[in-house]
């Protein structure tokens, strides 16, 4: 069984290399990934020495007591991310679709970030993680707001993976970080509810323009 599972992953990525269209989405998406994660620790070290900002009034967050519920939240998101790294390696056009779209989702928080400034959440709760420190420059990170990384982190997943069953517990696994997150105060409503509307519109125009079906004769 184990045999097969190798064999029939060695067919799928040859077939990926032996499409030239397939082969430079993989290339060059991966080389773009890695530009942007680059330059992402100057970005948000940037972002956080900047002053000023607006604080919102958010009547949900006043409503929710402000708890550290940082592990609960990076169960949920590494646990969803191997699972997905475990089915783009078994299947490599998730992992090319993956990397594109993330890929614009992190242009697009850069270019939103920077366009409303806004200013943390009152009793904001430290959120830590020392597997994505290094994105943030190993500092902590609480400018980075409009719109959440980590709901849009999820939503990339579900719309990556395939199979149904996993499709609806990565969603409900979305939502439960979205909430978590607003519990923890790290983020405001509209961060959070935003997040999967933008990354299904980036998401949408990824598919229109790299992984469109060609036509059939």
Request: hydrophobic share 55%.
């Amino acid at each position: 069984m184990q045999q097969n599972n190798t064999i029939n992953i060695r067919q799928n990525w040859r077939s990926v290399w032996n499409s030239a269209l397939h082969r430079l989405l993989t290339i060059w998406g991966s080389v773009l990934l890695a530009i942007v994660l680059s330059i992402l620790p100057y970005f948000f070290q940037n972002i956080e020495h900047r002053q000023g900002g607006i604080q919102l009034n958010d009547y949900i967050l006043d409503a929710l007591p402000s708890v550290n519920v940082s592990p609960f939240i990076f169960m949920i998101i590494w646990g969803f991310a191997a699972l997905t790294m475990v089915r783009a390696v078994g299947k490599p056009i998730i992992y090319t679709k993956y990397i594109w779209l993330y890929s614009f989702v992190v242009i697009s928080r850069m270019i939103s970030i920077s366009l409303v400034p806004l200013a943390a959440p009152a009793r904001l709760v430290e959120l830590v993680d020392p597997l994505t420190g290094i994105f943030y420059g190993h500092a902590v990170i609480t400018k980075d707001l409009f719109y959440s990384g980590h709901v849009s982190t999820m939503v990339c997943m579900v719309l990556c993976l395939e199979r149904k069953t996993e499709k609806w517990l990565a969603i409900a696994g979305t939502a439960i970080v979205g909430v978590l997150l607003l519990v923890q105060h790290v983020h405001y409503t509209i961060d959070v509810i935003a997040a999967p509307v933008i990354v299904f519109a980036l998401f949408k125009l990824t598919q229109n323009l790299l992984f469109k079906p060609a036509p059939q004769d």
